[in-house]
């Protein structure tokens, strides 16, 4: 209807250019910048280890001179930092907090400045593409930078360090014995002929988990990958929704996305204390009998 609706009024051409555009889209692999040797650098890995170097620079410089009365940047990391420890301490528990706190407040800081990171203009926008005129405006083909977590080798990458890191932890703290009879062993105070049942019932449940455990990493990556992505395209989208003529696309193309800027800036926050708390969540599961007392579990 709407190639139509183009048709009629500004030509068959246009139409089927606009047509073309808004099926495009943006490609699901990140583009390959230069390889040396085995290693493929991509933009979106790129984009990663500038956030890394940034986010390390910063640390680096607010803790360079401490003060007991703390102000500026070391004010904002001390008050990032305790936050993150206050926050997951409530939901994992005062002795379970101190294992795995590096762990995901590192995980929640390199999602949440990745995803802000992709946000800033020039990133996706910046590249090789194929302009037609000196002002003209084309999707860029090559981007030199694209958002880290856009890219599905990211997310899945994180997911499946934390999937190490669980069964480490979950071995620490269960023994390996432990660990499957977490995983097998019966539950609750049957007796009797019922508790045989209830044998079979629980190894049956153990297979489920099994599969359950091994899916983990993948329903993580998906899921911030797929949000992550359907953001850029969305953005994508609003930036390149009028072409013709080339003055207003230009206009358009800056002024439009705005307001979806903001939207982004709230998905980016939401997306990193998901993941964030479902590893968390996970991990508790596993190791909840560490905190004696906590309230997850009756006495």
């Not at 007991?68 to 420890?85: D, K, S, T």
């Not at 899921?223 to 003529?245: C, K, S, T, W």
């Not at 980016?268 to 996970?282: D, N």
Request: with cysteine; glycine share 8%.
């Amino acid at each position: 209807m709407l190639t139509v609706l183009l048709a009629m009024t500004v030509g068959a051409p246009l139409a089927a250019r606009a047509a073309e555009e808004a099926e495009k889209g943006l490609p699901l692999k990140s583009p390959t910048l230069f390889e040396v040797g085995p290693l493929i650098v991509t933009s979106s890995m790129l984009v990663t280890w500038v956030v890394a170097i940034a986010i390390i620079a910063f640390a680096q410089i607010a803790t360079r001179n401490m003060k007991e009365v703390p102000e500026g940047m070391q004010n904002f990391a001390e008050w990032l930092v305790e936050g993150l420890y206050n926050l997951l301490e409530g939901i994992i528990g005062h002795k379970l907090v101190k294992k795995t706190f590096w762990f995901f407040a590192t995980i929640f800081i390199l999602i949440l400045f990745s995803n802000w990171f992709g946000l800033i203009p020039g990133v996706g926008t910046i590249g090789f593409g194929n302009p037609t005129g000196p002002w003209s405006i084309e999707r860029v083909n090559e981007p030199i930078f694209r958002g880290a977590n856009a890219d599905f080798n990211m997310t899945f990458a994180m997911a499946m360090v934390f999937f190490v890191m669980w069964t480490i932890w979950a071995l620490q703290s269960n023994g390996f014995g432990g660990f499957i009879m977490h995983l097998f062993g019966p539950k609750g105070d049957t007796k009797g002929p019922l508790k045989i049942l209830m044998v079979f019932i629980f190894i049956v449940v153990g297979f489920l988990e099994i599969i359950s455990i091994l899916f983990r990493p993948v329903s993580l990556s998906f899921r911030l990958y797929g949000n992550i992505f359907a953001g850029e395209n969305l953005m994508d989208a609003m930036a390149n929704l009028v072409q013709h003529p080339e003055w207003l696309k230009i206009l358009c193309a800056v002024v439009i996305p705005i307001p979806f800027y903001f939207m982004e800036i709230l998905v980016g926050l939401v997306q990193a204390m998901v993941f964030m708390f479902l590893t968390a969540v996970f991990t508790l599961l596993i190791c909840q009998h560490d905190d004696e007392g906590h309230g997850v579990h009756p006495h």
